[in-house]
């Protein structure tokens, strides 16, 4: 059912009221946010029809109405006033990054922190990495027993692993090997890295010891790890100062959640989405989400991949503040690390996408 204008200011102010207070909203309430002239009678009458529909709820007989994930989506979508952020709040945030640490993994755990201060919220920091290949492979003698693994990536990123052999090898066999590596291993993903290639540089240089295998297995592990995203998270506690979360189970069950990198990192397997994504409750598919909002920003990690910024609340949130300012951030990140833009000028330019529907706001 296509709702009334009507409809839709009693419904935004629900919404609102809900996000300003985490009590349910009665008529009288609605009335006085709203403006509108109609009886109080009439506004209980159309908070009915939208409990109908499934955008309300009703927590108690006695109770007003409180939205439901498909009145927040509505709301979201169509009904969410633009937010700008304030000079003071855009100030902040451009001193904050252009004080940011050199190096990346204290950089993103910087701005979780800053998102976190910003919103209140925990906040997710993901930045993707570059699918990496071998651009150089050495293999430094030591002793008979002992060798070095080095290994040159694109992006230059050095890494470097020393290996203990049960039994006894040769400086000779090594220096083979490495030049064999960098002939035929370099440029190459971890899956075309294949039984088939090892066995074949076994023959070639003469190993019947497994040499081979070892350096190949490093390889595999390094170009494995290098296409990890590297997520952080802050801010965790503020859960428990949430009405929404003042059941420790509850509390304790998205906590967990949150500590896992993984559970972080799957995040960065969902589909582009512009500047802005918003799923609410059911709409996250990990379990332990279906009860909070996720709101995630895009930015561009440079090397042609895309980080993600982002903050986990209750389904009760200030969407717009909060998706202004998480893409505000983006947008200095983009400059910093990617190849540059502005953010933002406002909210009201930003695309908000999730659920089923996609609106220029």
């Known amino acids: 059912m296509e709702l009334t204008g009507r409809q839709k200011k009693i419904l935004r102010a629900v919404v609102e009221g809900y996000i300003d207070t985490a009590e349910p909203i009665g008529s009288h309430t609605v009335l006085a946010r709203t403006g509108l002239t109609c009886?109080?009678?009439?506004?209980?009458?159309?908070?009915?029809?939208?409990?109908?529909?499934?955008?309300?709820?009703?927590?108690?007989?006695s109770a007003g109405r409180v939205p439901t994930a498909k009145g927040y989506r509505l709301y979201v979508n169509e009904l969410m006033r633009e937010r700008e952020l304030s000079q003071s709040e855009a100030e902040e945030i451009n001193r904050k990054l252009q004080n940011t640490p050199a190096g990346k993994d204290k950089l993103m755990a910087d701005v979780g922190k800053m998102a976190t201060e910003l919103t209140s919220y925990p906040a997710l920091t993901i930045s993707a990495a570059a699918s990496a290949t071998v651009k150089r492979v050495d293999l430094i003698y030591i002793d008979p027993n002992s060798f070095i693994i080095v290994l040159l990536l694109?992006?230059?990123?050095?890494?470097?692993?020393l290996v203990h052999l049960p039994f006894s090898s040769t400086e000779t066999l090594l220096k083979r090997l490495s030049a064999v590596f960098n002939a035929n291993f370099t440029g190459l993903s971890e899956e075309q890295i294949t039984p088939e290639l090892i066995t074949s540089t076994e023959r070639a240089v003469g190993d019947t010891m497994g040499v081979t295998s070892v350096v190949a297995g490093f390889l595999i592990e390094t170009l494995m790890t290098s296409r990890d995203a590297?997520?952080?998270?802050?801010?965790?506690?503020?859960?428990l100062k949430l009405p929404e979360f003042q059941d420790p189970d509850k509390a304790h069950r998205l906590i967990n959640y949150l500590s896992d990198s993984q559970n972080l990192s799957a995040l960065t397997a969902a589909p582009d989405f512009g500047d802005v994504k918003v799923l609410i409750g059911p709409e996250n598919a990990a379990?332990?989400?279906?009860?909070?909002?996720?709101?995630?920003?895009?930015?561009?990690?440079?090397?042609?991949?895309?980080?993600?910024?982002?903050?986990?609340?209750?389904?009760?949130?200030?969407?717009?503040?909060?998706?202004?300012?998480?893409?505000?951030?983006?947008?200095?990140?983009?400059?910093?690390?990617?190849?540059?833009g502005s953010p933002p000028a406002g909210f009201g330019k930003l695309m908000i996408k999730g659920g089923d529907s996609d609106v220029q706001k």
Do not use: C, F, W
Request: no cysteine.
């Open 39 to 61: 009886s109080s009678a009439t506004i209980r009458n159309e908070l009915v029809a939208l409990d109908k529909e499934g955008y309300l709820e009703q927590p108690h007989t």
């Open 154 to 161: 694109t992006g230059d990123t050095v890494k470097n692993k």
């Open 230 to 239: 590297g997520a952080n998270v802050s801010g965790e506690a503020n859960l």
């Open 287 to 340: 379990l332990e989400l279906r009860d909070s909002s996720v709101v995630l920003a895009s930015y561009d990690a440079g090397d042609g991949m895309r980080g993600l910024i982002g903050v986990v609340g209750p389904t009760r949130m200030d969407y717009s503040a909060v998706a202004a300012k998480l893409a505000y951030i983006a947008g200095g990140l983009s400059r910093l690390l990617g190849a540059g």
